[in-house]
């Protein structure tokens, strides 16, 4: 277009200055609030948070209209925020209306947006002998203003847990204690929204039991380990020539034992600490060192120094590459109540992949121990394979490079 | 089962906290003075407005006054929560109302904030047969059929302003098709003359003019003069997210981080926390600021998708490839963004997850469009490419695009 064909300039009228870069960056998310409701042996919390800047629409907290929300304001305006809390939030159980009660105001954040955070506790008025095991949730707050308003439900009862979008087309939920599992069907998920069947715990339990098996094959670093650890262990060295021996079955049986035990003993005692968040190490830093133990028993393999300690490396490293093991059952976010057996069902799922890889090992190990083969390609070949493909991997961990991209 | 087993089973049940059902950054401020967050300033809420005797008399078009401002507040504040709550009030408006071409626009406006383009554009089409003469309807109208990458459409709205003596937007719209398909850096400096002949001319117009200006220019290939835009269109519009989000893009492509964390310190909209996150990522930040950052835009990301909505596909593309490295899940995002929208920033995008995702014939294709139809989005995009190869020897081996060959 040629603008100097223009005609002159002229005066633009413009009626709604507000239009005039028809152009939107979004940078916020569209409105939601996160409702957590936990039910444990009958008794039902929940935990409601809000944005501030939804909230502000309700219930005006800038008192001072300085721009700035402080703390004072907030708890100034808890009251009006309780009351529209109890009218758009309402559960009941069978006919009977729950009362939220012991209300506790704090701050939380959603997605790095300020929030307000409300806890409670659901009490009946006519307390029950039988402790609550049906609750039905009606949720409609801000939905008369902003009907893309969503109430992001998310309940935890037992070992199940269930997620839920309250939307203005889908404002009730049933919630069922997991104690009451016969008949768990939620309310249909409004647009498809994503809602996870409630798994009972058996069935939860051997789901961590597969992800424990899963863990140990596709981890390479820990099959390397244990096998850079093993491959030796079936072979007796004379400590003055460094000629081999062969062992009976018995004692090549006890040391890779000796090894296993070990090695479970030290990534069972800190998977536990970690997953109850009681050590907390970067995994940077875990990753590093589960990559450098590899490489300092492969490299044991080719010069050997700890020859009669590989049980004690297989405990000393095993206390890092628990760490490891956690940070899958962190990755999950495990409701509280299911953390005891998801534990013990990840662990077992380790050591049975762990003892797979054993059983398949010993024997084949066992019957080659005194070949040429066995000694040369597979201790001294096979150790440096595993060496290489260590230092890569810590190399990668430590620098935080990608050397796949390369 | 070992006996550790059992020993960490008891450990468990005496050790497991408090049911966790609360948030996990809830805790209590310091003090009734801490400041916990910062509102944005606006006018205040309709409930005030309504008791006045004003809007007794005129509900209608006082509505029609709260939703405009809330419009103009979403924009300032790149929060699309004022778009769904303007549309929310125009709803409740009777269908009398609801016919003025007044509210025809601020739908249409509403509708396209909330990425509704068609129904966006039904509307215009509706007021534009009650009234052909709108500016607002046409220079709407042109920018959603450009997004849409119907060209010949949108070159017709431009015609139309021009036409009924807009030559303001006229040329600001014309330079943003022209410039953001194909032209030259001569159209931004066509563009940046007629504005200067308009000294007159809204703030708000003038800024969105230098900030085409700027983009077209940085997309040219002139980052200097490209910067010097932004920065007169944030002069006349200090707070608009938009514009400081393409400055803080030019940057990053210079590889200045530190001049992006400067400018967007104090930022609040996710947006704009992703550039300050991949600034920080840029000056090889591993801080605990950055993570804490990634965490944060992540968990936005994972509550949109889980109630559904796809408003930040672009955002969330260009995160995951920036900031999560993982290249074929941005792709999946970026395709998914790119049936939506069809800007420059989102051809780059598909161009750079199919390039980074190693997915040669994802690449061929958007090379294919980008050749037809915006030849200055590829030929920036091939620029930075070379320049990337030449910094960065490892992405040699990522699939060459077929002009290269």
Redesign the interface.
Known sequence: ?N?SL??Q????V???????????????????A?L???E?RGAW???F?VS???L??LV???DNRD??????E??RAFPVIESKLRTHLRFQSGSEPLTLADLDL??????????A?V?FQLTAAHPTPASIQTVSVHYDLLF???????G?LRF?SGTTVQ?H?FAPDASELELRSSSDVTSLAGAPSP????QQPPVPSTRAMLQHVREGIHHIWIGLDHILFLLALLIPAVIRRAPATGASQPDGFRAVLMRVVAIVTAF??AH??T??LAT???VQLPSRLVETVIAASVAVVALNNLFPLLRDHRAGMAFAFGLIHGFGFASVLQDLQL???A??SS??GF??GV?LGQLAIVAVFLPVAYALRTTRTYRHVVLQFGSCAILALAMAWLAERAL?L?LT?? | MKPLLATAFMLASFLSPAPAVTSPHRHLPASEATVIATLPRRTDFPRSSQSSAESAALPSQSDLATVREWIAQARRDADPRWLTRALARLDALPTATLAQTDALLLRAETLQGLHQFQPALTQLDTLLRQDPRHPGAWRLKAALHQLLGDYDTARAAILNLLRWGHELDAAIAAAALTGLTAGSVDTATTLTSVIRRHPQAPAEIRAWGWSTAGEILALHGDPAAAESCFRESLRGQPDSPYTTGALADLLLEQNRPSEVIELLRDATSEGLRLRLAEALSQSHSSSPELRNLVQQIQEGFELSHWRGDALHLREQARFTLRLRHQASEALTLARANWEIQKEPADLLLLLETAQAAGDSAALRAAEIWARTHQPATWNHFQSRSARAVATRPESATLPTPIAAR
Do not use: K
């Open positions: 277009m603008l223009l005609p300039l002229r005066t633009v413009l009626l709604l200055v507000c239009l005039a870069c028809p152009r939107f960056c979004h940078a916020h998310r569209l409105s939601d996160c957590r409701i936990e444990s919390t929940g935990c948070d501030l800047r939804d502000d629409v005006p907290l800038d721009g700035d929300v402080t703390w004072g907030l708890r704090a701050v939380a954040s959603i997605a790095g947006e300020p929030a955070s806890t008369d203003l902003d009907p893309a308003h969503r992001l935890a997620t979008v647009e498809g929204q994503p479970t003993l069972s005692i998977l536990v109850l968040n009681l409701p509280a109540q953390l005891v534990l013990v662990n077992l050591e935080d990608d991209r390369t």
